[in-house]
C-alpha cells in the first residue's frame, strides 16, 4: 500500500507540509532514513533555507540516489519550493552549487527594480500552462503563496506547468511525467493549495500521468 513520504533532510518546513496533508485527510510520514522509503511510496521533498546548505545535507543523508531512482522510476514526486529549486542542474545562491541535475536549468536571484521587495512574499496569482493531473480542478489565475528570493529558469518551456508575475513572468510550477514541483507553497496556500496536496496523494503509485 503506498504512503505519502516527507524527506526529512532537516532544512524543510516538515510539520507545516504534514499538517497539511493531514487536513485531507492523509497520514504523511516524515522519514529521515533513505532506507525507509519504498518504492510503491509517494515522495515529498519541501524545503527552506540555503541551496548549497540543502543540497549538501541531502548528500550527506544519501538522499540523492534515491530522489534521482524515484523519480526515474516513475514514482509519484512533488517538490516544494526549495525542493522544486534543487531539481535542476545548478543553483547560484552564496556561489554556484550542482544540484540534483533531473531537470535541465539553473536557479537565479531575482534582479528587479527597486520597487519590487524581494525577496517575493506573499499571495501571487498563478497562470496554468499544463493540466498537471495535481490542478485538477484547480481554477486558471488561482492565487497561491510564494516566499523566495531565486526562481527556476528551466531549458524546457514545456515542463512549465504553472507561470506566476513578479516583474516579469516566472516558473512557478512544473511538470514531467511523475514529478511535480511548485516555488509556491501549497500546505500555505489554504483551499487550492490543500487540493492540490489531496490530488498528489491520490495519483496511482504505477503512472502518475
Not at 64 to 70: E, F, G, H
Not at 163 to 184: H, I, M, R, S
Request: charged share 20%; glycine share 10%; proline share 6%.
Amino acid at each position: 500500500m503506498s504512503r505519502v513520504a516527507i524527506i526529512d533532510y532537516q532544512m524543510g518546513n516538515l510539520r507545516s507540509v504534514q499538517k497539511g496533508f493531514e487536513r485531507v485527510g492523509v497520514a504523511a510520514e516524515i522519514v529521515a532514513d533513505p532506507r525507509q522509503i519504498g518504492p510503491a511510496d509517494k515522495i515529498v521533498l519541501p524545503g527552506v533555507g540555503a541551496f548549497g546548505d540543502a543540497i549538501a545535507e541531502l548528500r550527506r543523508r544519501d538522499f540523492v540516489p534515491l530522489i534521482r531512482d524515484a523519480v526515474a522510476a516513475n514514482q509519484p514526486f512533488l517538490g516544494i519550493c526549495l525542493g522544486l529549486q534543487m531539481l535542476f542542474d545548478v543553483g547560484y545562491e552564496g556561489g554556484e552549487h550542482e544540484g540534483l541535475g533531473i531537470l535541465r536549468g539553473k536557479v537565479q536571484r531575482f534582479d528587479l527594480p527597486h520597487e519590487f521587495k524581494v525577496p517575493h512574499m506573499g499571495w501571487n496569482k498563478g497562470r496554468i500552462l499544463q493540466p498537471a493531473p495535481v490542478l485538477s480542478e484547480t481554477a486558471q489565475d488561482t492565487f497561491f503563496y510564494f516566499v523566495h528570493s531565486y526562481y527556476v529558469a528551466p531549458e524546457d518551456r514545456n515542463i512549465v506547468a504553472i507561470e506566476a508575475d513578479y516583474g516579469g513572468p516566472f516558473c512557478a510550477a512544473v511538470w514531467k511525467d511523475n514529478l511535480f514541483a511548485t516555488q509556491f507553497h501549497p500546505e500555505k496556500s489554504q483551499a487550492d493549495g490543500l487540493k492540490l496536496l489531496k490530488n498528489f496523494a491520490a495519483l496511482p503509485v504505477a503512472a502518475a500521468v
